[in-house]
């Protein structure tokens, strides 16, 4: 054992192999327990209240209830199970859908088993995942049919501008690290800000705030945000 505390996860899918797959890969690691299985979304949303995991691993395009309305659903009645979406394809139409819905972030279903165990646990502690290239090749194809959200719009003037700097480039997928390097500043000093931008924009996670970003217009499809000042 490592120490890390033991992640219960709840796999969903509607492809058995999948769901196999899934369970062989994260079976082998001490840290995650897989307490359960679903095969669409409706049977997730009852395991879920069930069970109460603390990581769901949601497939998108799934029978009887799809990933997006079982996400939202989750969120609802399961407050502290964080949903991680796994998809197939990097222009998934679906996928800024499942984050306006409360997902904490998604990864390509073809992602490492290495980087899946390390996702998990990342979703698990709070905070959110979102891959640079699925961020980039997803919101800026869905962002501009998000609509305004007037009370996110008036939070985001509370923003400091060294806060809407650091936004801007964590909605356009850059990792604290990344951040840190180009502001010239400590990785702790990106993560103070990161949980002050939270606090002010009553975002969840990481996930909710970069929606908060391209709702209000902060950050617009498509183009880069340079190098803040």
């Not at 009852?46 to 079982?70: F, N, S, T, W």
């Not at 800000?193 to 391209?214: E, S």
Request: aromatic letters at 2%.
């Amino acid at each position: 054992m490592t120490g890390q505390p033991v992640v219960r996860v709840l796999i969903v899918d509607d492809d058995d192999l999948m769901r196999a797959g899934l369970r062989a890969v994260l079976s082998s690691d001490d840290t995650i327990e897989v307490v359960g299985e679903a095969a669409d979304g409706r049977e997730a949303v009852a395991v879920a209240q069930r069970l109460v995991p603390d990581v769901v691993l949601m497939d998108v395009r799934m029978p009887h209830l799809d990933g997006i309305a079982a996400t939202r659903a989750v969120s609802a009645a399961v407050p502290a199970a964080r949903v991680l979406v796994l998809t197939t394809f990097e222009d998934d139409d679906y996928v800024f859908g499942a984050l306006t819905a409360g997902a904490s972030g998604f990864l390509l279903k073809r992602t490492r088993p290495e980087r899946l165990i390390e996702a998990i646990h990342t979703v698990a502690a709070g905070d959110a995942l979102l891959s640079p290239s699925v961020t980039r090749a997803v919101i800026d194809r869905m962002a501009p049919a998000a609509p305004p959200d007037p009370a996110r719009a008036e939070r985001l003037r509370a923003l400091t501008a060294r806060e809407r700097d650091v936004l801007q480039l964590v909605a356009r997928g850059r990792s604290n690290g990344e951040i840190a390097a180009e502001l010239f500043v400590e990785e702790s000093t990106i993560k103070t800000h990161v949980k002050r931008i939270l606090g002010k924009l009553a975002a969840r996670d990481r996930a909710q705030a970069v929606v908060a970003a391209y709702e209000t217009g902060l950050v617009r499809p498509g183009t880069e945000t340079g190098h803040p000042s």
